[in-house]
């Protein structure tokens, strides 16, 4: 990926690291009070994606000093028993922060369990008391970490939303839907456009972007000529296409034709190293605003 290296490329993992620096000191503040904030992982399943996504946000909090606790659970727990794991979360006065890993096993109404989070604990964001709350644009409530990252990107590469036309692919409400919202609050106001599986004409509806975020699920979708030149492009997708070249036998591209793409753009982030290392850095964040608002000690 020669072209990653020009002057055009947001780098993720340089913003996530920023963002990661202001969380230390976001911890100290809190220690200084005795409070350690916490942050529980649940995983049902052997899912080998969902394990790597685990592993690194446990990472992530030990280098932060933020107590993590994994609760690994075998594929067949039912959903009761999982909800009364997260009951007991809920509960329990160590744990700020509480996520359900997902995809969870298909006999799980993985909705269910969402609504069981306590809504002051949900730091992934996926709460209908948090849903509305980014409606309602209260800060009280937690945004989705991969939306708030793309937004600290387009920030931090100094992107100016005003006004500007921003066309969001994907509707889902992990990405898509919270997405839209942040990209039309008042301080963004940029002018917001969801496209979707259902949407004619895609490419025309692509074109018209100042901003365009992708994020659907299929790999380099979005071609050169579906793009405006000059326009900034935020890379969600991350998909595993198979290449037996590699040690691993595939590699991990983005939603857009990245070396097609990127030589028209104003700015661009790459898959992997762009949205990727902000998602963590954005869950951090969250954990310390969830530990923050339950303590009230700073
Ligand atoms: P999803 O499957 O829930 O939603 C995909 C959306 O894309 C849907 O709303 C659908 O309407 C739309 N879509 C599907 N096919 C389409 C088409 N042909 N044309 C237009 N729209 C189409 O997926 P999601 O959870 O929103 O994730 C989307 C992508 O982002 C996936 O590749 C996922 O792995 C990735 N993702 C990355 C991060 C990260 O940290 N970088 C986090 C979450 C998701």
Not at 254 to 262: F, H, Q, T, W
């Amino acid at each position: 990926m020669s072209s990653s290296k020009s002057s055009n490329v947001i780098d993720g993992k340089a913003v996530a690291a920023a963002v990661i620096k202001e969380c230390l000191t976001e911890v100290d503040a809190l220690r200084r009070h005795n409070v350690v904030p916490g942050l529980a992982v649940v995983l049902v399943g052997e899912d080998p994606a969902s394990k790597v996504y685990v592993g690194a946000k446990a990472r992530t909090c030990l280098e932060l000093g933020i107590y993590s606790r994994k609760i690994e659970l075998p594929a067949e727990t039912t959903q009761e028993e999982l909800i009364g794991v997260v009951h007991d979360l809920n509960r329990d006065p160590a744990i700020h922060g509480i996520l359900v890993q997902s995809p969870p096993p298909k006999h799980i109404d993985e909705e269910a369990v969402i609504r069981a989070i306590d809504p002051r604990k949900d730091v992934d964001g996926f709460h209908p008391e948090n849903v509305a709350k980014l409606a309602l644009e209260d800060p009280t409530g937690f945004v989705p970490c991969t939306p708030a990252g793309c937004l600290r990107l387009l920030k931090a590469a100094g992107i100016s939303t005003t006004g500007a036309d921003a066309v969001v692919i994907g509707r889902s409400m992990i990405v898509g839907k919270p997405m839209a919202f942040l990209l039309m609050a008042k301080g963004t106001d940029a002018t917001v456009t969801i496209a979707h599986s259902r949407s004619t004409d895609l490419p025309g509806i692509c074109r018209r972007a100042d901003i365009l975020i992708a994020a659907v699920g299929r790999p380099e979708m979005v071609k050169a000529d579906w793009v405006k030149d000059g326009a900034v492009v935020i890379d969600v997708g991350i998909n595993r296409v198979d290449d037996p070249s590699t040690k691993k036998g595939y590699r991990l591209v983005g939603d857009v034709a990245y070396d097609e793409v990127a030589p028209k753009c104003r700015a661009i982030t790459p898959v992997p190293g762009g949205v990727g290392p902000m998602t963590i850095a954005l869950l951090m964040k969250n954990t310390l605003q969830a530990a923050r608002q339950q303590t009230r000690v700073v």
